[in-house]
């Protein structure tokens, strides 16, 4: 599988429990398209949240975010790392 970092932004203000429940709410449905988000952050001043996940591709993240009610504003593949 392949590793994807997606970008969500319009996010000022976000609290640590909501980006938990947010992150939470992807890994309750994340098996139903076969991704696993490995981490999230957040940077509560600017609004934007970062996702880590392993998917078959950046289709499958999209639409766990948006069932989980946070699409991602981009999805980057990541096919290296150290």
């Known amino acids: 599988m392949a590793k994807f970092m997606d970008v969500h932004r319009g996010m000022v203000g976000i609290t640590p429990?909501?980006?938990?429940?947010?992150?939470?709410a992807d890994l309750r449905i994340?098996?139903?398209?076969?991704?696993?988000f490995e981490h999230a952050w957040a940077d509560p001043?600017?609004?934007?949240v970062y996702c880590l996940?392993?998917?078959p591709d950046k289709a499958s993240v999209q639409r766990?975010?948006?069932r989980a009610g946070?699409?991602?504003d981009e999805i980057h593949?990541?096919?290296?790392?150290?």
């Open 17 to 24: 429990d909501q980006l938990h429940e947010a992150h939470e």
């Open 30 to 36: 994340q098996d139903q398209e076969g991704v696993r």
């Open 45 to 48: 001043e600017s609004g934007v």
């Open 53 to 55: 996940s392993e998917a």
């Open 64 to 66: 766990i975010h948006e």
């Open 70 to 72: 946070h699409p991602a």
């Open 77 to 82: 593949p990541v096919p290296l790392e150290v």
